[in-house]
């Protein structure tokens, strides 16, 4: 009898303790930012209000009937580039980033000190500036060097920018392989005239070097190369850099003059000298980064895009994926006073966070049905079109540390959104449907609100590298109540 008492009034309880959390009560929930000027809630003169959410997980395309649902991110050359491939994110599935590059002579008409016959190649590597990790630096990556195929169907030009999610150039030869784990590529390297740190060395066939050697600087269209440039692509097209197992991605900076070409070699004199000479990547020097989200399909977050409200959140930098908030409950809410409202995320741990690391930055901005795009968040996201400046920090882009309730250390984002709420409370503004994500760069529509009479498209940097970065959060609809998603007003009645 006490079981059937109990099962009756459940969902009455349920819908009581909801009405409860929901409404306007003394909540200890702190706020970092501005809480000196925010007045404290005492239940008489100042008040404070949770608002639930629903939340809405999504992937992003590259080609979709829908353009909001597109991610055309197209790489230049001073973007940190990442190599290497993931096939054990509990989380998201797999991922596997190739790049392609031209290393070149600095100039042209080029050549080596002496004629062809007389210069003996020692050896030949490939160079490139490491950056940084993402994923397990101990699991080794196996990465292979090919040739690109000279294809007459697939240009690669230094004046053009490749999208990463579309650009896999043809290979041909294989020129060398590595097999190594991330964590030694802070180790100092010992060579010939280069002694430092934070390199990839990867030796290349000898076979390669004597062919490098035995080009010239005349106008044969058979040994010409270092003629001119065209010359130079018409017999190397360029490197083609992949990874064939490992369990992390790595960055590298191509553009930094540390990345090249050693070319080690003898040439007849005397002593029999050997020496060096670089081919670097330059003004004239192509460059692509693929990166493949390949195998969603099975892990917890694919199994949340496109369908209906979720429980958890996951967010994956680009090429990644996103949220999208929705807010009933505000379109209830009577105007007053916004002394503070913000919308609160928390990560949910999961033991592998150590090594697949959460991104630097969220974005958190709106979609305007007007408009038909996304805008920064209006009047509470700021940017200075002249300086470049931008208030992400105290926007609450970046989060702080947090611990959860078995103390395990989480990320917690606070996302001011008070002028905001404040102008759709008093209907100076509509009320709209939010989008949370995380990226390399934001490129929304910035107008500030919704009196300015144009508005333009500006990147954003929300983390350094892309592809690295990644989070669950709780949702809207998360088990643990008192970590779902929500939204915090604290306000004074009119």
Known sequence: MNRKFSFFYFPVFIVVFSLLVSSCTRINETTDLGDGLIPAVDNVNTFDTLITVET????????????????????????????????NDPLFGSTDAKIYLQLKPLNYKYAFE?????????????????????????????VNVYEMAQSPTSIFKYDSNYLIRKESFPKSTLL??????????????????????????????????????????????????????????????????????????????LASGKTRLAIYYRFRNTNQDTTVRYFTFNA????????????????????????????LVYLQNTPGTFTKIKIPDLLTVSNRVVHRAELIAEQVYHPLDALFTTPTGLMLDVL???????????????????????????????????????????????FDISRYVQNALTRREPFHELRLFTAYQSFDLYQPTIFSQSGFINPIALNTVIAMGRVRLAGGNYTDITRRMRIRIVYSKL
């Open 284 to 311: 004239v020097s192509a460059n692509a980064n693929y990166v493949t989200r390949n195998n969603y399909i099975g892990s917890p977050a694919f199994s949340t895009f496109g369908g209906g409200q979720d429980d």
């Open 114 to 142: 002496n004629h062809s016959d007389s210069l003996f190649i020692d050896s030949v590597v490939l160079v490139l500036d490491y950056v940084q990790t993402f994923g397990d630096t101990n699991v080794l990556q196996n």
């Open 56 to 87: 809405y997980n999504d992937s992003f395309r590259l080609v979709s009937a829908d353009r909001l649902l597109t991610d055309s991110f197209r790489m230049i050359k001073s973007d940190i580039h990442v190599l290497g491939k993931i096939t």
């Open 368 to 414: 305007d049905t007007a408009l038909k795009n996304y805008r920064y968040m209006p009047y509470d996201f700021s940017f200075d079109p002249q300086s470049g400046s931008t208030n992400l920090l105290g926007f609450g882009s970046f989060g702080k540390i947090g611990v959860d309730g078995s103390g395990n250390a989480i990320r917690v984002w606070k």
């Open 176 to 253: 060398g392989q590595k097999i190594f784990a991330p964590s030694i590529l802070n180790d100092s390297i010992k060579a010939f005239r280069d002694t430092t740190k934070n390199q990839l060395r990867i030796r290349l066939d000898t076979s390669f070097g004597r062919r490098l050697l035995k080009y010239d600087s005349t106008a044969s269209a058979v040994t010409g190369a270092y003629f001119s440039d065209s010359a130079f692509r018409s017999k190397f097209r360029g490197f083609a850099i992949e990874s064939t197992s490992g369990n992390a991605l790595m960055g590298f900076d």
